[in-house]
């Protein structure tokens, strides 16, 4: 990701700043549509992993559908060129306002997460005289081996709607006059490693969808959700294996052929494709531990503090990582969990040098905030790179690395 000249480039930008690989993006998205062809699989892009506009122009171009979890989600997707009648309105809060603004752009359909939730989408399309397509998101108790607080689909979580549910929408079916239950949905988790949770949910899935047509219910797709897990260890392993991914459906999956099968991929799309560059403000030393001070903060990466969670870190200083020190790495904000790695090996690093934290790409910038009244960080793109290049100078490339 980081050659001479893009190191060239990112030296001129006011740090901290995300930079996005748009070629590694378009790679990822050929990779992923020609394994889901292989298939007949529909996708939408989970737009929650990444909402920036021109990440999304991106991936509508490739002719993805979008997975939205909220009214102004769906609002970004039609805005940055996705089909309204490929999105999928998902989440466990939806509210009224945001129903009736799906409701009024014609979506593919609504995931429904509650008895409760049934009800509402039903009395607002007949309110505005519609009949809605609505996937019934099954909760299948599977624990999907990830960290706690990315788990979905166990019983104790609060999304999807419980079998005793299911059954009792059922039998309750002809109350819902205003409503379509076409599609069954689910979603266990994200940064999935153990694919065997897949063929379990499998399982799942085809036990849900006999129960259902034997109740008459007419099942025309059936949305796996997403969940698939990147490389945080080797960013450099860019492109998910996502032949390997659909192959664990397509052998357990018993479901006609005339059923559509859909997925709402994320984290496995755009998770390689984003950096965090930061600069070093200072580096101290306490207790024997030497700690770097970035001036990125989980303000800009939260996933850190939040889930515990690896992002290989180097020096661009070095053309070669050379590790032969250790350093806990941390950011400025007023929080003790603060910290992008503890006791990382690194080359000496010294104040001024530039730091590339990888992975960001998925749930890093849409999780910012502005903690500690902090400027949002600004965003660029490998495209520009190519229009920069011709411009910058020599005495640039030496402000951030050595190997000029
Ligand atoms: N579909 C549904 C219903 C979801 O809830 C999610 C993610 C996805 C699809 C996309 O999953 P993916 O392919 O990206 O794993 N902030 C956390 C991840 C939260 C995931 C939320 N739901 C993180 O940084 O790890």
């Given at each position: 990701m980081f050659d001479r000249n893009t190191i060239k480039y990112l030296s001129?930008?006011?740090?901290p700043f995300y930079y996005y690989n748009t070629n590694l993006l378009h790679e990822t998205l050929f990779a992923i549509q020609e394994a889901a062809d292989l298939f007949g699989y529909h996708l939408h892009y989970a737009i929650k992993a990444n909402a920036n506009p021109r990440i999304l122009q991106i991936i509508s171009k490739h002719n993805l559908g979008a997975d939205c979890v909220s009214g102004n989600e769906i609002k970004a997707a039609i805005e940055n060129g996705f089909d309204s009648n490929k999105i999928v309105f998902a989440g466990v809060g939806k509210t009224d306002k945001e129903i009736e603004y799906a409701i009024k752009q014609n979506i593919f359909c609504f995931n429904c997460e509650s008895i409760q939730e049934l009800e509402v989408i039903n009395s607002i399309a007949q309110k505005y005289n519609t009949k809605q397509r609505v996937a019934l998101r099954i909760n299948?108790?599977?624990?999907?081996?990830?960290h706690k607080h990315i788990t979905t689909g166990l019983k104790t979580n609060k999304f999807g709607i419980s079998f005793y549910d299911f059954k009792t929408i059922i039998k309750n079916?002809?109350?819902?006059?205003?409503?379509?239950?076409n599609g069954l949905h689910f979603h266990i988790g994200s940064?999935?490693?153990?694919?065997s949770v897949f063929a379990k949910l499998c399982e799942i899935v085809n036990e849900t969808y006999s129960y259902a047509i034997s109740n008459n219910l007419t099942i025309n797709h059936i949305n796996l959700g997403g969940g698939l897990g990147i490389n945080y260890n080797k960013p450099e392993n860019h492109i998910p294996s996502f032949q390997a991914y659909f192959k664990i459906f397509n052998t357990n999956l018993n479901i006609p052929d005339r059923v559509q099968i859909h997925f709402e991929p994320g984290r496995s799309i755009v998770g390689q494709c984003g950096c965090l560059i930061t600069k070093v403000l200072y580096v101290k030393e306490n207790d024997e531990r030497k700690t770097i001070i970035v001036d990125a903060g989980l303000t800009e990466l939260l996933r850190p503090a939040l889930y515990q969670s690896f992002h290989k870190i180097i020096n661009l200083?070095?053309?070669?990582?050379?590790?032969?020190c250790r350093y806990d790495i941390a950011g400025p904000i007023c929080e003790t969990s603060d910290y992008f790695g503890k006791s990382v090996s690194l080359p000496e690093t010294e104040r001024g040098h530039f730091l590339a934290i990888y992975s960001v790409g998925a749930y890093g910038e849409v999780m910012s905030s502005q903690y500690n009244l902090r400027n949002p960080a600004l965003k660029y793109f490998s495209d520009d790179l190519i229009e920069k290049d011709t411009q910058l100078e020599n005495e640039a490339v030496s402000k951030i690395c050595s190997f000029s």
């Amino acid at each position: 990701m980081f050659d001479r000249n893009t190191i060239k480039y990112l030296s001129e930008i006011e740090t901290p700043f995300y930079y996005y690989n748009t070629n590694l993006l378009h790679e990822t998205l050929f990779a992923i549509q020609e394994a889901a062809d292989l298939f007949g699989y529909h996708l939408h892009y989970a737009i929650k992993a990444n909402a920036n506009p021109r990440i999304l122009q991106i991936i509508s171009k490739h002719n993805l559908g979008a997975d939205c979890v909220s009214g102004n989600e769906i609002k970004a997707a039609i805005e940055n060129g996705f089909d309204s009648n490929k999105i999928v309105f998902a989440g466990v809060g939806k509210t009224d306002k945001e129903i009736e603004y799906a409701i009024k752009q014609n979506i593919f359909c609504f995931n429904c997460e509650s008895i409760q939730e049934l009800e509402v989408i039903n009395s607002i399309a007949q309110k505005y005289n519609t009949k809605q397509r609505v996937a019934l998101r099954i909760n299948p108790d599977i624990n999907a081996n990830t960290h706690k607080h990315i788990t979905t689909g166990l019983k104790t979580n609060k999304f999807g709607i419980s079998f005793y549910d299911f059954k009792t929408i059922i039998k309750n079916i002809n109350n819902y006059n205003n409503i379509t239950i076409n599609g069954l949905h689910f979603h266990i988790g994200s940064q999935i490693t153990d694919l065997s949770v897949f063929a379990k949910l499998c399982e799942i899935v085809n036990e849900t969808y006999s129960y259902a047509i034997s109740n008459n219910l007419t099942i025309n797709h059936i949305n796996l959700g997403g969940g698939l897990g990147i490389n945080y260890n080797k960013p450099e392993n860019h492109i998910p294996s996502f032949q390997a991914y659909f192959k664990i459906f397509n052998t357990n999956l018993n479901i006609p052929d005339r059923v559509q099968i859909h997925f709402e991929p994320g984290r496995s799309i755009v998770g390689q494709c984003g950096c965090l560059i930061t600069k070093v403000l200072y580096v101290k030393e306490n207790d024997e531990r030497k700690t770097i001070i970035v001036d990125a903060g989980l303000t800009e990466l939260l996933r850190p503090a939040l889930y515990q969670s690896f992002h290989k870190i180097i020096n661009l200083r070095y053309s070669k990582n050379e590790e032969n020190c250790r350093y806990d790495i941390a950011g400025p904000i007023c929080e003790t969990s603060d910290y992008f790695g503890k006791s990382v090996s690194l080359p000496e690093t010294e104040r001024g040098h530039f730091l590339a934290i990888y992975s960001v790409g998925a749930y890093g910038e849409v999780m910012s905030s502005q903690y500690n009244l902090r400027n949002p960080a600004l965003k660029y793109f490998s495209d520009d790179l190519i229009e920069k290049d011709t411009q910058l100078e020599n005495e640039a490339v030496s402000k951030i690395c050595s190997f000029s």
